[in-house]
């Protein structure tokens, strides 16, 4: 059974600058602790105010990656 | 019952720079007449095209902000 | 800052005879108060029913409207 | 134009004890400073944690009432 | 880049009393192996019947938690 | 063909005091005629308010049902 | 336990004119087997082309009626 | 009133071979009470897992049929 | 493999007079330059507001349609 | 700007045996006259029932292409 | 019958910077054979990831045209 | 506390053969390290198409499997 299996965890990540800060944050969080990431789905894009100012983005994102050699998605897997 | 409650309303910022421009004048438009803005939630993405070109874009989002004095309650309230 | 911004309201229109007039009819009271009224949006299409007929249809709709002028705009949005 | 016209505010009410009390605290609320209030719809449940326990449930609801008087109308209207 | 990044794990609890308890049972359980557990967003209210009565509520909720430093970031991100 | 085959039918349980009192409501009502109930869905929490406090709690779900021996499955079905 | 319950049947109504025919179709057929007729909720809107024009509307309607009586409900609910 | 009408009832149908094997016995077993069954829509897939493996495929569907003649219309609709 | 293919386009019809209007509109519009026009499904109900009335109805509709020849099927292909 | 850009249309194959091949069908049979054919996306599973049994499986689909080079752009675009 | 009619296609534009590049980069490819182009709607934000970064922001958007001139619509519908 | 507590997880099977191909390729990877899988819920079909075929099925599902054992929670929920 070769064909590859992908798993999907949900992160949100912020910024105080823009809708790409947030994703490009959650992105880098995510890939110290998991490899094969591949692709991102944005879920939804909300933010704070604060003084009547846009104080930061908040973006949810799906974030796929690859469960690649057995051993690894073992540990992966285990991790889920 | 001194649980807070919140309204939510619904604007439609615009900008012909960013999405990050078109949120922040829709944020900054509603603090000039609504106090204790807390968060904003993007609805929609459009945009206005002219001459094969982004003329504008549109961002539809909902404004959360709280209705905490009981006389200012009153008064937001009455401003449904 | 001259990028318009544009408010959106929910209103329930009614008519005993069509899906049109309770849009009209929702469309007409709101603009008993409301300036620069500039599109719809039905969300959802119901009715009533008596003695077996369709009593009145009930049309739930979004109504935009630009926040034009600063003074109009502090106004209006007062009454968000 | 006799067809009643109802207009629909969307509210987020909480509650430390339970969701009926969030609910009951939105209306509450809103009642204060609306006649006419008619029905409710709740659109999403909540919640705020802390110390692992849940703090506080927060349910976000429309709140529909009747346009009912012309003069009424008008003055809620300018509410919008 | 210091704006913190959260993730979301989908939990369903379940109780025989209330819904607030089967979304108190999940909360709880979570807390016991994740720290920092921050809000939760009901998903779905499901439940199972027996005998003709409601045997108990199911609730389907997302729960959110912040990655706060960067050693447990690793940790918790491994265990994602 | 010994796989089960179940049904799902529409029902709006009422109840003054509480949603859970509105759930167990529908399910009685149907448990008096139908057999087999197995389990629920909540599709949509709304109310009634009158004299501006909650007046009561209006939970719509599916019910679903197995529909187990040949001869029962016939008469329920009709009963579609 | 006197608090009402309502079921909900999925209908198709059908007309050559019109939208409203459609409804007032299926409204007229569901009303000679079913008692307490009380609202409609359209779920969707679709049509047959012939010749290049519209031969025909389709509209898809949830319909609610109480199950009032206690014998009534247990005719109908067998009739679920 | 010659336009056709049509009703739709919702039927999970089970299978441990495959999504199609699930979508024809709910028809099967719909057809052995019901006349005129016309159409099918899919609404979601889902299964059982025992031991790690798929055990069954669960698919529930609406399924449309026309309420043809008069005398029939108040069986089946008798039977909503 | 003889069994059908069929395409959906997405159009935009108006009419000052009606939603049917509207609708008739596409289907005529999209008639003139596509054989085999079968069934529309409508997205979406929305309209221009002027001097407070409603000016026009704009119905976003899927128009389906049977790609029947191989030879056409090539054409309408290559024109999708 | 050699960023690629791609075009979704939407397809609706069928097949008699299963939904894998109501699923090849319409990849076929697009790919006769669309080059660089890349996703397909289900959007629905529908079916049409004779005689009480499943007759055929509608798949509904988008089929994601790439427009890659720019003449080949122009011509595709132009049978957008 | 003068009332104007819209046609949409979807597609989906890619940059490595911004979404705002993705979404100027689809509305430039589409304007090179589409002409009247009027709007642009976003309908989902995704990407791809590349060595634990994100590599590029992939924007699937409708676009709105309008089919204003006969001999026009009949050109661009064939190429619909 | 003994009510039970469930938790989902995301994953995407894939497999050159069928979409039941690709359900059980998921579920017997999340088998290999997670105990008490119980159900699963497809959430998307899609899929890759090479030189005019299609490739391979992707089915996005969400898996459920009960939290039972206390230590065991720790360890799974530590792993979520």
New interface residues.
């Given amino acids: 059974?070769s064909?590859?299996?992908?798993?999907?965890?949900?992160?949100?990540?912020?910024?105080?600058q823009?809708?790409?800060?947030?994703?490009?944050?959650?992105?880098?969080?995510?890939?110290?602790?998991?490899r094969h990431?591949?692709?991102?789905?944005?879920r939804?894009?909300?933010?704070?105010?604060a003084d009547?100012?846009?104080d930061?983005?908040q973006v949810?994102m799906?974030?796929?990656f690859s469960?690649e050699g057995?051993e690894e998605?073992?540990?992966?897997?285990?991790?889920?």
Same sequence: chains 1, 2, 3, 4, 5, 6, 7, 8, 9, 10, 11, 12.
């Fill in positions: 059974m064909a590859p299996v992908y798993k999907k965890v949900t992160v949100v990540g912020t910024s105080r823009s809708i790409e800060g947030a994703i490009q944050s959650a992105v880098h969080t995510a890939g110290k602790s998991l990431l591949s692709w991102f789905e944005v939804e894009i909300r933010g704070h105010i009547g100012k846009v930061s983005y949810e799906a974030i796929g469960l057995q998605a073992l540990n992966i897997m285990t991790a889920l």
